[in-house]
Structures are given as C-alpha cells and as structure tokens.
C-alpha cells in the first residue's frame, strides 16, 4: 500500500485511513478515532489558492509548533519540568480525544448525547464550543496553549455535521451570537459542500502529497518516541502512551484506575507502525 501510495496510485486520503487503521484507530472508539492534519493555514481569503505553499500548514511540524513563539514556549515547558510538571513533555493535552471528536460532531447524533456525556450532562460554555473553523484553527496552531488537536476525516468528506440541521440548542456566545451551523472560512462561501469539496482538493494538492510524509512521522511514525520525538517537539504526558505503561506491574488499584481515567478521557498516541 506504501509503494502504490508513493506512485499515486491511491489518495492521500486512503492512505492516511489504512495508517490509521494499522495503529489501531477506529470510527468504533472516540477515545482511538482516526486522526487526520490540518492541512490549510488559510481560513481568511475569499479564494482558496493551492499553488501557494503560504496557504497551507507546516507538516513537518506538530500543532504546538506552528509559530515560533509557541514553539519556545512549549520547550521551556519541556525544560522546566522539575519545578512544575509532575512528567517531562512538551504536552499535557492531546491532539486526539474523545472529547475533541464529539465536539467537532456534537451537531450529529449520537455524538450529541456523547458530547453531553463527557460534559457531565450538559454542553460546554459557548465560547468553548467547536462554532468556527478559522477560529479552532487559532486556537489550536496560536492562541491556547491547552489546545493542539487535530482533525478527523468527516472534514474530508461529511459536510452533514458543519450544519446544526437537528436544531441542537448549543448556546450562546458572550458577544451575543447563538450558535448554529459552523463558521465557515470566506473562500467556503458559507456553502458546506463547497468546503469538503475544496478541503478535500487541498488534502489531495501536490503540496499536501509532497509533505504528508513529515506529519505520518510524527503522528504514526519514528518521531512519536526517544530523541527524534523531544527534537521535534513531539512529546506528550506519558500517560498518553497507553502501549507504553506497564500496568500489570502497576499495583496500587487507585493509580492504575487514575492512569485508565487519563487515557479514556484525553487521547492516547497511536500504535507506532
């Protein structure tokens, strides 16, 4: 599959969904859904131009590096591990988690009543809700230092849950917008079918196919552990790597359950394949 996706033969798409599929993600579990990239840094134009590289997201880099300025960041928290972090990452949340995709699907059931669930019975703040693609963006390449998510493939090819068609009361935003249907950028023309279709185009682009390697590294590959893993500024919580914790030696009941806990409600790295 490796050899028919370096020649073309397959999308990057399908390709990104067989890696998954070896590392042990599925549509069954929210806690290990399928994890895709952000592949645009473009959610402000009116026309979407693919034949720039300004337009799309440095693959070769994880979300809590896009910037400069966030990417120090998070290596002083890597550095400074010993007088404030109980483990030493650059990460503490997760790109992946079963909160992240009920809020990206929380418009569609059954993830409505899922998002609910993990909420504690009721929906988030409404600032805190997935309401805008250019502004989840932000959040997660820029503004919040507890945010690095990632996509999932329904950005690909669903564009049913950017709509709010079962009328879900979401809330209402401090700045008086109730929220709806999901932001779109300019270039979507606030048409959801017009953006699969162009998200897609760019996910399958000659830039995206040239450096999807880079991102698989990190997500799937050898960047995920060790010295490659701390250069890339690549590293999570230890918990986060459920394959890699011993529980069976582990004997206190209670830590056992709190490290269980962590992993179903955060994320938890991919099988590296």
Request: glycine content about 4%.
């Amino acid at each position: 599959v490796s050899l028919s996706w370096q020649k073309r033969e397959i999308s990057n798409f399908d390709y990104l969904m067989y890696l998954n599929t070896l590392a042990g993600r599925s549509y069954n579990d929210c806690m290990q859904y399928p994890v895709f990239p952000w592949v645009l840094a473009d959610y402000h134009s009116q026309t979407l131009n693919l034949t720039n590289p300004q337009t799309f997201r440095d693959l070769s880099k994880p979300m809590g590096a896009q910037t400069a300025e966030r990417k120090h960041k998070f290596i002083q928290r890597y550095n400074e591990v010993e007088k404030k972090l109980p483990a030493q990452c650059h990460y503490c949340t997760h790109y992946s988690s079963a909160i992240i995709v009920a809020s990206y699907l929380v418009r569609m059931e059954p993830f409505t009543q899922t998002f609910c669930s993990l909420q504690g019975g009721s929906f988030d703040v409404a600032d805190r809700m997935f309401h805008s693609v250019k502004n989840t963006w932000d959040s997660a390449s820029r503004d919040n230092m507890s945010d690095v998510r990632e996509l999932i493939p329904e950005f690909f090819y669903l564009p049913e849950f950017l709509t709010n068609a079962n009328h879900v009361e979401l809330g209402c935003m401090q700045d008086g917008t109730v929220l709806g249907d999901v932001q779109l950028p300019p270039w979507a023309n606030g048409d959801p079918h017009q953006f699969i279709h162009l998200h897609r185009q760019a996910l399958e682009s000659d830039f995206v196919s040239a450096h999807l390697h880079r991102w698989i590294d990190l997500i799937f590959g050898y960047k995920q552990h060790g010295s490659a893993a701390v250069e890339a500024i690549n590293t999570y919580h230890p918990y986060f790597y459920g394959d890699k914790m011993d529980l069976n030696n582990i004997k206190d009941p209670l830590i056992k359950s709190t490290i269980l806990g962590f992993i179903s409600n955060f994320g938890q790295i991919p099988k590296q394949v």
